[in-house]
C-alpha cells in the first residue's frame, strides 16, 4: 500500500534517505533542485507534494534489530492531485510545457486569510489499520492537498540507560511517556494554524532525532495518527474529528505476527513475548480506554468501506462551509470597486520614457530580443523605486572636499529578493545589479488548468527569512491569486506583513485592489495599472503572457 | 560644521538655480540620497563607488531619455486590446565629455544599444588654466540630431561651455542638446544656462560643492 502510493510522490518529501522506497516515476526537475538543498542548511527547503509525511520508519516496538531491513518504513508521500491518479498522471505534458498536477492549493481564503484546516485524528492499537484507513480517507476524499503527521515522529530521545533497555527489547514504545507530547502539541497547532513545522525525524536505531528535519504544512485536511492520539486532551481538542480503529485483538496479533516473521526475520516466540509483555498491557490500559473520546469507531480497519464513505461525506460537507474555491472570487471580488486605491499602492509616475517603454514590451509585433532589452530597461526602473521605499537614516559622511555632507543611509542591510517563477525570475537579475551579495529566493507557482486555481510547487527561501525585507517579484498580477499564495506563504515563514513589497510590472485594478485589502501593510509597486482582466485572467489591454514572451515559449499559432 | 556654513551661504545661489526652468533634477528620494551619499564618502571603497555610481548614472540617462521629443502612437497587444502609447523619436545621439563623462557611456549603450556616440576631448592649459577643445569626433549628421551631452561633474561650467561650443560649430540647435550630469555646482548651472538660454540640464543634484574625486576614483587613476 504505502508503496503504491509513494510512486506518485516528487521525491521531495522523501527527502534522501536511502532505505526510503523511492519512487521511480517523477519529475526530473524536482531531483536536481532537491539533491542540492539538502545539503545547504541555508535554505528553506519545501516539500512540493502535496500530501507530507515526514520520514520516520516504525519502532519495533521491542525485539531484535538485527538488520536494517527489521524496520517497517513509515515513509509514504501521497498524491492527491485528482481523486483516481495513477502515476503518469502527476505531470500532464503539452507541446509547450510540462505541468506537474501536484502543487499545493490555496489555503487561504480570497480575503487571504487562513482557513482553519480540518484535523482528523485517527486513533487504534498497534496493527489495527490505522495507516490503512488514512490513506484510503485521503484516496476517497480527493482534496489536492493532505498533510499526515504521525505520532512516530515524537518518541522521546533516549538517555543511555533508556537505550540500554532499548537494546535489550525491554523499553516501553507503547507507553504515553514514551512520547515528547509537548513538542507534538506545538507542532500540531502550528499545522493547525496553518504554519510551517519543522517535524523531527526519528531515528530507531540511535533512539535519537536525526540533525534534519522534515518541513511540513497545515493543508486543507490534516490527519494525525497513532496509538495514543486521543491521550493528551490538548490534542483532542485540537480534532475536528476523531476516529478510533478497532480491530479484534486476534487479528492484530495475527497480523503483527506476520509482519514481525515474515518481513522482519524474528522468531515466534520474541514477538509473542513481546506482544503479551508490553503491547497487549498497552492496549488495555491506555489505548482501548480512548474510544470513549471517538465519535466514530470503525471496527474492521481499512476494509470498512461503509465507514470510510461516511466520513469522507463529513469532511466534505465541513471542507465546502470553509469554502476554497479562489481565483474566480478573486477576479470578481472587487472587479466594480471604484474610488481612490489604498496608499499603500505605489505607481510609478507615468513619465513618457515609461509609457515609451510600455509601447514596446505591449506591441505584440515586438520582436523577443527588443522585448527583452526594453523589459529589463522598465524592470531596472521599477525596482530603483522600490528601494526608495524603504526607510532610510540621516546620515553625514566626511567628503574628499575636506566638508562634510549630510547625506541618507538605508537603515537595513537585509534585504532579500523572493521571485514567484516563472515571469518573476525575469526581474532577479535587476535586483542584483542594484543590491550587491543580495539573497534570492525562489517559489514556483503554476496554475492548475483543471480548476483554474494557482498551486505551489516549490518554495526556497533564504532561512531567516523573518529578519528580511522581502521584494517580491512578478512580471504580472493579474487576479493576484499567485501573489496572494506567494505572500501568505512569507507570512507563514514569519515574515512581517509590513516588511514585504510586492513589486511588479503591470497588475490589473482588480488585482492590487484584492491584494491591498487583503494585506494593508504590504507595498505594491507597478509601473501600470491596467482596469480588466478578461475570462482567461489575462490582464487588458496588458502585455500577453510575459514569461512565455520572455522566455519564448509562447504556443504557435494556428 | 563647515558644511552648514556653506549651505548657508549657498542657499540664495540653489533658490536661483530652481527657477531655472531649464534645469531638471531627479525626483528627490532617499534612495537617490544615499547613492549620491556613498558616492561623497571619503571612506566609500573604489568598488563600492563604482557599483553606486553606475547606479546613479543609470538612473540620470533615463531620466535624461525621458527629456526627448516622442509622438503618441497605438500598438496591438497580444491579447488583442488596443494600448495608447507613444514613440520616441529617432535622430538621437550622445556625445561623452572625456574622460570622466565617458563613465556614463555604459549606462546609455544599456538603455539605447545601437546610439551613436561622439566624443569629445577638453583639456586645461597647465600655465593659463584655460581649457581648450584637444579633439572631437561625431556622427556625420550630428547637426540634425538631438544631442545628450555626457559629462558626470560640473563645478565650474568650463568644460562643458568649450564643448557646447564645439557642438555648435557643427549645426547642433542649442535646444536640442541636453546635458547629462550627475553632480553640478549652482555656479556652474548659472554659467551655462545664461550662456546658452535654450539647452536643458538634467542633474541629480545642486551642491555647491562638487565631488571632484570622481573621475580620478571611478577610473583609479590619477589625473595630470
Redesign the interface.
Known amino acids: 500500500m504505502a508503496a503504491k502510493i509513494a510512486l506518485l510522490d516528487p521525491p521531495s518529501s522523501a527527502s534522501s534517505d536511502s532505505d526510503v522506497i523511492e519512487p521511480q516515476d517523477y519529475s526530473e526537475v524536482f531531483i536536481d533542485m532537491e539533491e542540492q538543498e539538502e545539503r545547504s542548511g541555508d535554505f528553506y527547503n519545501t516539500p512540493a507534494s502535496p500530501i507530507t509525511v515526514p520520514y520516520c520508519p516504525r519502532p519495533p516496538s521491542t525485539g531484535s534489530q538485527k538488520s536494517p531491513r527489521a524496520r517497517r518504513q513509515r515513509t509514504t508521500s501521497l498524491n492527491q492531485g485528482t481523486t483516481t491518479q495513477t502515476k503518469t498522471d502527476v505531470m500532464i505534458r503539452t507541446p509547450q510545457r510540462t505541468i506537474y498536477t501536484a502543487g499545493r492549493p490555496p489555503w487561504y481564503n480570497s480575503e487571504g486569510q487562513k482557513v482553519e484546516p480540518f484535523v482528523i485524528g485517527i486513533c487504534g492499537g498497534s496493527a489495527s489499520g490505522k495507516t490503512t484507513v488514512a490513506e484510503k480517507i485521503i484516496e476517497s476524499l480527493g482534496v489536492p492537498w493532505v498533510t499526515l503527521l504521525s505520532m512516530d515522529s515524537f518518541y522521546k530521545v533516549l538517555t543511555e540507560k533508556q537505550h540500554e533497555i532499548a537494546e535489550k527489547n525491554e523499553y516501553d514504545f507503547d507507553h504515553p511517556d514514551a512520547f515528547d507530547w509537548e513538542l507534538l502539541i506545538q507542532t500540531l497547532q502550528r499545522l493547525k494554524e496553518g504554519r510551517k513545522v519543522e517535524v523531527p525525524i526519528y531515528n530507531f536505531l540511535s533512539h535519537s532525532r536525526e540533525n534534519r528535519t522534515k518541513t511540513m504544512y497545515g493543508a486543507n485536511v490534516i490527519i494525525f495518527e497513532g496509538i495514543l492520539t486521543f491521550h493528551n486532551p490538548k490534542v483532542v481538542e485540537m480534532l475536528d474529528m476523531k476516529i478510533f480503529v478497532d480491530t479484534d485483538a486476534d487479528v492484530r496479533l495475527a497480523r503483527r505476527l506476520r509482519r514481525d516473521i515474515s518481513q522482519r526475520g524474528r522468531d515466534l516466540e520474541g514477538v509473542l513475548k513481546q506482544y503479551t509483555s508490553m503491547v497487549q498491557p498497552s492496549f488495555n490500559h491506555y489505548i482501548a480506554p480512548l474510544m470513549s473520546h471517538a465519535d466514530i469507531i470503525v471496527p474492521r480497519g481499512g476494509e470498512n468501506e461503509v465507514a470510510i464513505q461516511l466520513i469522507v461525506q463529513h469532511v466534505h460537507t465541513q471542507l465546502q462551509l470553509r469554502g476554497f474555491k479562489l481565483r474566480e472570487e478573486l477576479a470578481h471580488a472587487h472587479a466594480m470597486n471604484s474610488g481612490p486605491r489604498p496608499p499603500t499602492v505605489k505607481l510609478l509616475?507615468m513619465?513618457?520614457?515609461i509609457?515609451?517603454l510600455?509601447?514596446f514590451i505591449?506591441?505584440?509585433?515586438t520582436p523577443r530580443d527588443e522585448f527583452i532589452?526594453y523589459s529589463k530597461?522598465l524592470i531596472?526602473?521599477v525596482i530603483?523605486y522600490t528601494?526608495?521605499l524603504?526607510t532610510?537614516n540621516d546620515?553625514i559622511?566626511?567628503?574628499?572636499?575636506?566638508?562634510?555632507?549630510?547625506?541618507?543611509?538605508?537603515s537595513t542591510n537585509n534585504i532579500c529578493g523572493v521571485s514567484i517563477l516563472r515571469a518573476g525570475e525575469t526581474m532577479e537579475q535587476a535586483v542584483c545589479?542594484?543590491c550587491?551579495d543580495i539573497r534570492i529566493g525562489k517559489i514556483l507557482i503554476q496554475t492548475n488548468l483543471q480548476t483554474g486555481e494557482p498551486e505551489l510547487y516549490y518554495l526556497r527561501l533564504p532561512k531567516d527569512i523573518k529578519d528580511y525585507q522581502v521584494i517580491l517579484m512578478d512580471a504580472t498580477v493579474a487576479t493576484g491569486a499567485a501573489a496572494m499564495m506567494a505572500i501568505r506563504v512569507l507570512l507563514d515563514h514569519d515574515v512581517a506583513e509590513s516588511n514585504i513589497l510586492l513589486v511588479s510590472l503591470l497588475m490589473a485594478e482588480s488585482g492590487v485592489r484584492s491584494i491591498a485589502y487583503a494585506f494593508p501593510k504590504i507595498q505594491i509597486v507597478t509601473t501600470a495599472i491596467d482596469p480588466e482582466i478578461?475570462d482567461r485572467f489575462?490582464?487588458?489591454?496588458?502585455?500577453?503572457?510575459f514569461g512565455d514572451?520572455y522566455f519564448g515559449t509562447e504556443p504557435t499559432e494556428e | 560644521?563647515?558644511?552648514t556654513n556653506?549651505d548657508m551661504n549657498c542657499t540664495k545661489e540653489l533658490e536661483v538655480c530652481k527657477e531655472y526652468k531649464r534645469l531638471k533634477l531627479l525626483?528627490a528620494?532617499?534612495?537617490?540620497?544615499?547613492l549620491?551619499?556613498?558616492l561623497?564618502?571619503?571612506?566609500t571603497t573604489r568598488s563600492?563607488f563604482k557599483?553606486y555610481a553606475d547606479?546613479l548614472i543609470?538612473?540620470v540617462i533615463?531620466?535624461s531619455?525621458?527629456q526627448l521629443p516622442?509622438t503618441e502612437?497605438n500598438?496591438?497587444?497580444?491579447?488583442g486590446?488596443?494600448?495608447k502609447?507613444?514613440?520616441?523619436k529617432s535622430g538621437n545621439c550622445g556625445v561623452s565629455i572625456v574622460r570622466s563623462g565617458e563613465a556614463m557611456e555604459q549606462g546609455l549603450r544599456?538603455?539605447c544599444?545601437s546610439i551613436r556616440i561622439g566624443k569629445i576631448l577638453v583639456e586645461s592649459d597647465a600655465d593659463t588654466h584655460e581649457a581648450k577643445v584637444v579633439y572631437a569626433r561625431f556622427p556625420e549628421d550630428i547637426s540634425r540630431r538631438n544631442v545628450l551631452l555626457m559629462y558626470p561633474i560640473m563645478s565650474t561650467g568650463n568644460t562643458v561651455s568649450k564643448a557646447i561650443n564645439v557642438l555648435k560649430e557643427h549645426g547642433v540647435k542649442e535646444d536640442s542638446i541636453i546635458l547629462s550630469n550627475l553632480f553640478c555646482t549652482p555656479q556652474a548651472v548659472q554659467t551655462i544656462l545664461q550662456s546658452y538660454p535654450r539647452m536643458k540640464i538634467l542633474a541629480s543634484e545642486v551642491h555647491p560643492?562638487?565631488?571632484?574625486?570622481f573621475g580620478q576614483k571611478y577610473f583609479a587613476t590619477t589625473s595630470f
Open positions: 509616475p513619465t513618457p520614457q509609457k515609451g510600455h509601447t505591449r506591441n505584440k509585433d532589452f530597461r531596472r526602473l530603483e528601494l526608495s524603504m532610510f546620515k559622511v566626511e567628503t574628499p572636499q575636506g566638508v562634510s555632507y549630510s547625506g541618507k543611509r538605508m545589479d542594484v550587491k478578461n489575462y490582464v487588458l489591454p496588458g502585455i500577453g503572457n514572451r | 560644521m563647515g558644511s556653506m525626483p528620494n532617499d534612495q537617490i540620497k544615499e549620491q551619499t556613498i561623497r564618502d571619503k571612506n563600492d557599483f547606479r543609470r538612473l533615463e531620466e531619455l525621458n516622442f502612437c500598438v496591438i497587444t497580444p491579447t486590446a488596443t494600448y502609447g507613444l514613440k520616441y544599456d538603455c544599444r560643492v562638487a565631488p571632484n574625486h
